[in-house]
C-alpha cells in the first residue's frame, strides 16, 4: 500500500481526463493488441501468457465502453479478469469508477495493479482510492477518546496510544496501513467517524479531515476505486460524496459482483441497532460533561437513553445467538405485542427527551447540533419501526448482545433499474451512454446467469461466460465420501473431522475446511485443535481465534523454519476472496452444501414471492444459490496453473439426489474419485517428499 490516496502514473500534475480517449473505432482493436504475445501486458504482468479467454473479455469491455450499456462478465479463475476491464478502461481515456466487494481487492488495485498497468501503457492517469468513512482516522474523536473514560483495559489504552503515535505521520488517514492493528479493536469506533456522529463542516479538525481529502482527490481523479458498501451507502443515503462523482464518470466496472445484491439490499431499507443508541449515549455524556457540564443533567439522560435500549434487547429474551426472528406482525415472532410496543414508545419518548436537552446548548458546541440531529433520527427510526413495513419489503430482527431492526427490500433490481441504468428515461441522455461492467468467477449456473441478472435488475445486460483456463482433469479431483451420516445428523461434524484429520496427517496440512455454520465451525474446529494440540505434526487453526488477515497469512506460510503446515477451519467470509496459491493448500473439505438458511426471514420472503409467480422456490432460489456458494469454496482449491489439489465434498446428498447433478455441473470440471482407496493414493501424491 502506498502512502498516498492518490497514485499518479506518468505525469502527475496532469488534471483529470487529461490524457486523450482512444478513437471508439479503435478501442476494442487496442484492447485486443495489449494482450498479444510481446504486448504492452507482458510489461505489468509476472510471468504473462496470452489467455484467448481474457483477450475476449477485453474485447467485450472495449465494444461496451464505446456503445454504452450493460455486460455482465463470469470469467472463471484464471482468466485475468482484472487486466480484461482495467486495460481498455485505461485505454478508452474515460473517468473510469471501479467497486469490488472488499478491501483486500481494493487495495491491490490501487497499489499495485493500476499503478503497474498504467506504466506500462504510458497513460498519465490520476488514481485515486476511497473508502467508507470507518476506515479512515477521524482526529477529532481520537482527541474525544483520549479524555474517554470507558475505554474498557489497559490494551485498548496501548492501542490508543500506538494509533496517536502513527497518526502523527499518516497522510492518508487510511487504519488500514497501521501495522499490526486488529480490525476487530474496540478502539476503532472510538477514532473513526459515522454518517451520524461526524460533524461536518462544523468540526474543529474539518480542514485536515482525512475523510474530505480522500473525497477531494477522488473529485480530482481519472479513475476512483472505490466498494460495493460504499456505493450503495451514497446511492442510499447520499452520504458519501459519490452524488458528485457519479456524474462525471462514463465507465463504472464491479468486479467481484457476485456480492451487489446481498450488500445493497443492506442500504436501500431501513435499520435501527440498540447499539447505535449505546453509541449515541456514549457520545452525549461524553461531549455534555466535556463541553457543557452543570448545563443539563447529562448522566440522567445519557442513563435514561441507555436503560431504554437495554429495555428493548430484555424484551426479547434469550435466544441464540446471530438469531434472525421473523417480523410480520407488530412484534418479533415470540415477543409479546404490548412489551414490544411499549419498549419502543419508551425509547422514542428517552431519545426525544435527550433531543430537548441538547437542543437548550446547541450554540455552545457543533458536537450538540450533531448530537441533536442524531437523537431526532434515531426517535424517527423507532417510530417508523412501530409502523406496518412497507409493501414488498421484509422485516425482521437480528438478535445478538445487542439487537439490529432491518427492513429491506427482497432486492435492488428497482434501484439498478431506476437510479443507474436509468431504464425508460431519454435515450440521448449521459446516463444512457454510460458503460456499466459487472464482472465475477461465480455469477450462476445457467447461460443467462439468472442467479445474478435476475435480482439486480439486469436482465437486459448482454451476457458473457469465459471459462477458466486451468486444466481442471488434470490439476484437481473430487471426492464425494459415501460412508459419512447425513448432514443433520448429530454425528456428521465429527465424521467430516475424522476426515480433515486423516488427511492433513497424510500431507503435512494444507487443508482448509470451510463450513456452512458457525456451530459446525465449533463443532469440527476444536476437536481438531485438541487432537493435534502439542503434536508438532500440522498446526489447527480456528476462525474467530485470531484476526482474518493473520489467520490467511500464517496459513500461506505453511511449513518451513521449524514450522508445520497448518489446517484452517472457517465459515463465511472465507468461501470466497482468499487466494493461497501453491503448496500451501492442495486440500479443500466442504462440510455441507451451502444452502441458505431456510428459516431465514429475507430467504423466506424471497421464496414467498417465487411461489406466488408459480415459480419452484427450491429450483429457482435455493438450488442456485447452493451452486454459486458451493463453486465459490471449491475456487479456492485451484488459484494457479501450476496448482494441484482435491476437493472433498461431506454431502451424502450431491451423490444421491436429482439436484446434485445440477450442483456437479456448477463445479469445475475436476476428475471423480470413485473411492477412498482413490482417495488416499491422491493423498500419497500430494505429500510432501
Known amino acids: 500500500m502506498t502512502d498516498s490516496a492518490v497514485a499518479p502514473a506518468g505525469h502527475p500534475d496532469e488534471p483529470a481526463g487529461a490524457w486523450a480517449p482512444a478513437p471508439a473505432q479503435d478501442l476494442e482493436q487496442l484492447a485486443r493488441e495489449a494482450f498479444v504475445p510481446g504486448g504492452v501486458l507482458s510489461r505489468a504482468a509476472d510471468a504473462f501468457r496470452p489467455r484467448p479467454g481474457q483477450t475476449e473479455m477485453a474485447a467485450a469491455v472495449a465494444r461496451t465502453i464505446t456503445a454504452g450499456g450493460a455486460l455482465v462478465v463470469e470469467a472463471g479463475t484464471g482468466v485475468g479478469k482484472t487486466f480484461s476491464y482495467l486495460v481498455p478502461a485505461l485505454l478508452s481515456g474515460e473517468r473510469v469508477l471501479l467497486s469490488t466487494a472488499t478491501k483486500t ?22 488514481m485515486a482510492l476511497l473508502k467508507g468513512r470507518g476506515s479512515y482516522l ?10 474517554d473514560a470507558s475505554l474498557p483495559d489497559r490494551s485498548a489504552l496501548r492501542t490508543l496510544a500506538k494509533i496517536e503515535q502513527w497518526a502523527q505521520g499518516t497522510r492518508t488517514g487510511d487504519l488500514a496501513e497501521m501495522p499490526g492493528l486488529d480490525e476487530r479493536s474496540p478502539v476503532l469506533p472510538l477514532v473513526t467517524s459515522t454518517r451520524e456522529n461526524c460533524l461536518g463542516s462544523q468540526c474543529p479538525k474539518f480542514r485536515t479531515c482525512h475523510v474530505n481529502a480522500a473525497r477531494r482527490e477522488a473529485m480530482a481523479a481519472d479513475v476512483v476505486v472505490i466498494n460495493h458498501h460504499l456505493f450503495f451507502a451514497d446511492l442510499a443515503v447520499r452520504e458519501s460524496g459519490m452524488a458528485e462523482l457519479l456524474p462525471s464518470v462514463r465507465v463504472v466496472v464491479f468486479d467481484e459482483a457476485h456480492q451487489l445484491n446481498e450488500t445493497g439490499v443492506q442500504f436501500l431499507g431501513r435499520q435501527l441497532g440498540t447499539g447505535q443508541v449505546l453509541d449515541f449515549t456514549r457520545d452525549l455524556l461524553g461531549a455534555g460533561l466535556q463541553f457543557a457540564r452543570g448545563l443539563v443533567d447529562w448522566q440522567q439522560i445519557a442513563g435514561a437513553t441507555e436503560r431504554a435500549a437495554r429495555e428493548l434487547r430484555l424484551v426479547v429474551g434469550r435466544t441464540v445467538p446471530g438469531a434472525r426472528l421473523r417480523w410480520v406482525s407488530a412484534a418479533p415472532e415470540g415477543v409479546s405485542d404490548v412489551a414490544w410496543g411499549e419498549a419502543l414508545a419508551a425509547l422514542e419518548t428517552a431519545l426525544q427527551l435527550a433531543a430537548e436537552g441538547l437542543a437548550t446548548v446547541s450554540e455552545i458546541a457543533p458536537d450538540f447540533v450533531r448530537l441533536h440531529e442524531r437523537a431526532t433520527l434515531l426517535a424517527q427510526r423507532v417510530r417508523a419501526f ?28 428497482e434501484a439498478v433499474q431506476q437510479k443507474l441504468l436509468k431504464t425508460g428515461q431519454d435515450p440521448e441522455n449521459e446516463s444512457a451512454r454510460r458503460a456499466w461492467i459487472f464482472t465475477s468467477a461465480t455469477l450462476g449456473d445457467d447461460a443467462r446467469l439468472s442467479w445474478f441478472t435476475e435480482p439486480c435488475g439486469l436482465g437486459e445486460a448482454e451476457v458473457l461466460r469465459v471459462a477458466s483456463p486451468f486444466d481442471y482433469p488434470t490439476q484437481a479431483a473430487l ?37 456452512t455454520t458457525l456451530r459446525a465451525l465449533r463443532a469440527i474446529g476444536e476437536p481438531l485443535q485438541a487432537r493435534f494440540d502439542g503434536s508438532g505434526e500440522v498446526e489447527v487453526l480456528v476462525q474467530g481465534q485470531w484476526p482474518k488477515r493473520r489467520l490467511i497469512e500464517r496459513f500461506r506460510e505453511g511449513a518451513g523454519e521449524g514450522r508445520p503446515g497448518c489446517l484452517l477451519v472457517a465459515s463465511a467470509s472465507f468461501w470466497e476472496g482468499v487466494d493461497v496459491p501453491g503448496d500451501a493448500l492442495q486440500l479443500v473439505i466442504i462440510d455441507k452444501l451451502p444452502f441458505p438458511p431456510p428459516g431465514d426471514p429475507l430467504v423466506e420472503a424471497r421464496g414467498q414471492r417465487l411461489e406466488s409467480q408459480g415459480r419452484s422456490p427450491f429450483n429457482d432460489y435455493f438450488v442456485p444459490e447452493a451452486a454459486v456458494a458451493l463453486k465459490q469454496g471449491a475456487g479456492r482449491l485451484i488459484r494457479r496453473e501450476s496448482d494441484r489439489g482435491l476437493l472433498v465434498v461431506c454431502d451424502t446428498r450431491l451423490a444421491q ?9 456448477a463445479l469445475p470440471p475436476m476428475r ?8 488416499e493414493e491422491a493423498l500419497d501424491q500430494l505429500a510432501p517428499e
Open 105 to 126: 481487492l481494493q487495495d491491490q488495485l490501487f497499489a499495485r495493479d493500476l499503478p503497474r498497468l498504467a506504466q506500462a501503457l504510458g497513460l498519465p492517469v490520476r
Open 479 to 515: 471426492y464425494l465420501p459415501r460412508d459419512l451420516p447425513r448432514p443433520n445428523d448429530p454425528g456428521h461434524s465429527a465424521a467430516v473431522a475424522r476426515v480433515a484429520e486423516a488427511a492433513a496427517r497424510r500431507i503435512g496440512g494444507r487443508t482448509m475446511v470451510l463450513t
Open 672 to 679: 471423480r474419485l470413485q473411492d477412498e482407496a482413490q482417495f
Open 138 to 147: 477521524c482526529t477529532h474523536r481520537l482527541e474525544l477518546a483520549r479524555q
Open 386 to 413: 412501530d409502523q406496518p413495513a412497507e409493501a414488498g419489503a421484509v422485516r425482521w430482527l437480528d438478535v445478538g448482545t445487542h439487537l439490529r431492526l432491518v427492513e429491506s427490500p427482497l432486492d435492488i433490481a
Open 657 to 665: 439426489m436429482g439436484y446434485g447433478r445440477r450442483l456437479l455441473a
